[in-house]
């Protein structure tokens, strides 16, 4: 099942560029040129207007329309939520001569765009060639500020080649975009005004009231004339630019955005905020805000960059990766999650899964410690909802959602909403690793622990105990491989659950020493008793975790080993996606799997597995895995690298880093990867780097790809910034900040302070 690179791209260890435009490319360019800063995206289409095939995208974290669903039984949800296209701050409309400019339409040459991760800026240039003969260079500038979260700035400047004259632009703010997932528009305008030399429009979406600001403010050179202009969704001005051949004119638009989902707020007040927000942040002047973005980044460059002599692609993808994981969440807006295609597209609505404490965390716990404990406050924040949500399933405790924007479950398909449990136990995890890695209990006791206890409760009255074998576990489910539906006691969800209820209990007896009237005020508060501790104590060490011991392999749920076999590799590429092309009852019924189930188990504790039964797990389900799932290449490489097999550990390492800047999937037209993006940077860091961090201390047994020269890669570990550095003759790790801490390297400790160590790396065993 061949899956061949798109390249098209030029390879540059800090940019990615695209020289000469290809309409056929052009929505897989809008998606990897696409700017964020965790508050609001843009995708990187044509702010001039194109004709051609594009999704102008513009898209602000958290908010979200809705729409109804037919739901004929109880469980089954009745609407399901989405993140809406929102307005075009960006927009554009240059003319000339009675000649607009339009890249499907007009004759251009010279076309070249760029997107720069030291400045974080995005850049577009080409010569418009009229049709009186006149050329004009255009440069297209645009980045959203990562110091300033509601301020998007962008910045066009003209040069005539041949010719004196004027051009015409309108530029503004439009709230007629068409949402394309849905096929039809969400806003419906309240206000537009100009004022104190700001043009300005406040609109609110069709069915949750959900409410976006936003204004702008114009500062151009050679400004002719300049006069605003309205219609029903938009505001703007016409201005007209005097051009002087081979001299360059510039316009400036510099727009805040200030999205308000708080329904008690009336009109006005949102409407007084957002001009407030405006007439602090529009002035600050282009330049300025340029300087604040390149001072943002090189920060994030020194504390983040992973570097890699040897590989100039892998070095510019894994930079791509750190680059797009800033831009989507750096943990300046509490109560904010990751959706699976970041601010990118509409492909899964905009919503957060299980990725995210599983794939996601990991990044920022070691990278960002403060963003990793604000997506654990979403889950908590949410909380209340996932306490509904448990109760329509007949259940107690919390059960949070498969997909969702704001803590309500959005996932209209009932096989995945219902039976996908494993969401509860990735918070879960999650909630361990952070404070394993970062030692925040203060985190663990005053919000942690009672999502814990929830989670716990839900575990406890979704299983069953089985009436042969006397052992606990579930039933009709559906684990992380989704090409197995209504299966029981799949090998996954019960090892995480049970590993969930022994966590727990023991921070409730931590807390109890430590916090002991926080610990007695949750658990009145809570109603938590002896004799429930004491149920979940007993479903954890009855737990069902099926296994053939004679092979050691873990059967990925009750019957999997007698299922029928399909040779996957005899599958005709021209049938993928296999759920474009097969009918949809087809795929569960073989041991074919869509993503690494078992395996995901292992890497998340790896300590608790021997290399012979990781070996033997991998061989097993290797072969079985359709890799349909982009979470997949990257935890395969990770074992692949663990148990000795090198070239497959690079092989899949290297579809998991550029999955999007070479479209493997052919589909980065929808929006990027972004948790592939972040299982790209523990590929690295888990595999090559050997880290494993489920244990009291972090675990390291590095390797280096034959290809390579030398790689390192910081991480933040208890407050202490480590650097790790391997070449081909040794591993070097140094405390750069912070105390010296322990750390196990090829199975022996060492005591790591700012001196540093150096191992041999002829001291690796592997296979």
């Known amino acids: 099942m061949p899956k061949i690179a798109d390249k098209y791209l030029q390879v540059n260890p800090w940019k990615v560029v695209e020289e000469g435009f290809d309409p056929v490319r052009n929505r897989v360019?809008?998606?990897?040129?696409?700017?964020?800063?965790?508050?609001?995206?843009?995708?990187?289409?044509?702010?001039?207007?194109?004709?051609?095939?594009?999704?102008?995208?513009?898209?602000?974290?958290?908010?979200?329309?809705?729409?109804?669903?037919?739901?004929?039984?109880?469980?089954?949800?009745?609407?399901?939520?989405?993140?809406?296209?929102?307005?075009?701050?960006?927009?554009?409309?240059?003319?000339?001569?009675?000649?607009?400019?339009?890249?499907?339409?007009?004759?251009?040459?010279?076309?070249?765009?760029?997107?720069?991760?030291?400045?974080?800026?995005y850049t577009r240039e080409l010569v418009w060639h009229l049709r009186n003969g006149k050329d004009i260079k255009l440069r297209f500038e645009r980045f959203v500020s990562m110091t300033v979260s509601n301020l998007g700035c962008q910045r066009i400047v003209f040069e005539p080649l041949n010719f004196s004259g004027t051009v015409q632009v309108r530029t503004g703010l439009d709230f007629s975009v068409q949402h394309e997932d849905q096929g039809r528009g969400y806003w419906g305008t309240l206000k537009r005004q100009e004022t104190g030399g700001m043009s300005g429009i406040l609109a609110q979406t069709v069915n949750t009231k959900n409410r976006l600001f936003s204004a702008f403010r114009l500062e151009a050179s050679d400004l002719l004339d300049s006069s605003p202009v309205e219609s029903d969704c938009f505001i703007g001005r016409n201005i007209t630019l005097k051009l002087e051949q081979r001299k360059s004119t510039t316009l400036d638009k510099l727009a805040v955005n200030y999205a308000e989902k708080d329904l008690s707020l009336d009109h006005e007040s949102v409407w007084q905020k957002g001009i407030e927000l405006a007439g602090q942040y529009a002035g600050i002047g282009y330049d300025k805000a340029a300087e604040q973005q390149l001072a943002y980044w090189t920060r994030v460059w020194k504390s983040s960059d992973i570097v890699i002599e040897g590989d100039p692609e892998n070095q510019q993808g894994i930079r791509f990766c750190i680059f797009q994981m800033y831009q989507t969440y750096h943990g300046d807006n509490p109560g904010f999650n990751i959706g699976a295609k970041g601010l990118t597209g509409?492909?899964?609505?905009?919503?957060?899964?299980?990725?995210?404490?599983?794939?996601?965390?990991?990044?920022?716990?070691?990278?960002?410690?403060?963003?990793?404990?604000?997506?654990?406050?979403?889950?908590?924040?949410?909380?209340p909802y996932a306490l509904q949500r448990a109760k329509e399933l007949d259940c107690e405790g919390a059960f949070y959602p498969i997909a969702t924007i704001d803590g309500t479950e959005s996932c209209d398909l009932w096989q995945h909403s219902n039976l996908q449990?494993?969401?509860?136990?990735?918070v879960a995890y999650g909630i361990r690793h952070y404070v394993n890695i970062t030692g925040d209990t203060g985190f663990l006791y005053d919000k942690g622990m009672e999502m814990l206890i929830q989670i716990s409760r839900f575990y406890a009255t979704r299983g069953q105990f089985g009436q042969k074998t006397g052992e606990y576990g579930y039933f009709g489910v559906m684990g992380p491989d989704e090409f197995q539906l209504m299966v029981n006691n799949n090998c996954y969800i019960n090892l995480m659950a049970k590993k969930m209820f022994e966590y727990t209990l023991d921070v409730i007896r931590q807390m109890r020493d430590e916090e002991t009237a926080a610990f007695e005020a949750l658990a009145e508060r809570l109603g938590l008793t002896e004799q429930e501790m004491a149920d979940w104590k007993h479903k954890a060490e009855t737990m069902k975790i099926p296994q053939d011991r004679e092979s050691g392999v873990y059967e990925e749920h009750d019957g999997f080993f007698d299922m029928p076999h399909l040779d996957i590799r005899a599958i005709p590429v021209t049938e993928f996606?296999?759920?474009?092309?097969?009918?949809?009852?087809?795929?569960?019924?073989?041991?074919?799997?869509?993503?690494?189930?078992?395996?995901?188990?292992?890497?998340?504790?790896?300590?608790?597995?021997?290399?012979e039964e990781k070996r033997a797990n991998y061989d097993y389900y290797e072969p079985r895995c359709i890799h349909e799932s982009s979470l997949s290449p990257s935890i395969h490489s990770i074992i692949a690298a663990e148990i000795g097999r090198p070239e497959e550990a690079y092989k899949f390492f290297e579809f998991a880093t550029r999955l999007d800047l070479d479209n493997y999937n052919r589909n980065t037209r929808e929006g990027l990867h972004t948790t592939s993006i972040a299982a790209a940077w523990m590929n690295?860091?888990?595999?090559?780097?050997?880290?494993?961090?489920?244990?009291?201390?972090?675990?390291?047994?590095?390797?280096?790809?034959?290809?390579?020269?030398?790689?390192?890669?910081?991480?933040?570990?208890?407050?202490?910034?480590?650097?790790?550095?391997?070449?081909?003759?040794?591993?070097?790790?140094r405390a750069e900040s912070g105390e010296p801490v322990d750390i196990s390297l090829y199975g022996q400790t060492y005591r790591v302070g700012s001196e540093g160590i150096k191992v041999s790396l002829d001291q690796v065993k592997i296979g």
């Open 684 to 733: 690295i860091v888990y595999g090559f780097g050997g880290m494993r961090s489920d244990g009291e201390k972090l675990v390291f047994n590095p390797s280096i790809p034959e290809r390579w020269e030398h790689y390192s890669f910081p991480i933040t570990f208890q407050g202490t910034k480590l650097a790790v550095e391997v070449n081909k003759e040794y591993a070097t790790f």
């Open 421 to 426: 449990l494993h969401v509860g136990t990735a």
């Open 577 to 611: 996606p296999l759920y474009s092309h097969w009918s949809y009852d087809r795929l569960y019924r073989y041991d074919m799997i869509k993503q690494p189930d078992v395996l995901m188990f292992m890497f998340l504790y790896s300590g608790q597995f021997t290399l």
């Open 346 to 383: 509409e492909a899964y609505r905009g919503l957060a899964f299980w990725d995210t404490e599983s794939y996601c965390l990991p990044f920022y716990i070691f990278n960002n410690p403060k963003a990793a404990k604000s997506l654990l406050e979403f889950r908590y924040k949410s909380l």
């Open 29 to 121: 360019s809008e998606s990897i040129f696409s700017l964020g800063n965790e508050y609001m995206g843009v995708r990187g289409y044509p702010e001039e207007g194109y004709g051609g095939d594009s999704l102008l995208g513009s898209y602000f974290n958290g908010l979200f329309e809705e729409s109804k669903v037919a739901a004929h039984y109880k469980g089954i949800i009745k609407s399901l939520r989405f993140m809406v296209n929102a307005v075009d701050w960006l927009y554009t409309r240059i003319t000339m001569d009675g000649e607009t400019l339009d890249l499907a339409g007009s004759r251009f040459s010279d076309f070249r765009r760029e997107l720069d991760f030291k400045s974080g800026i």
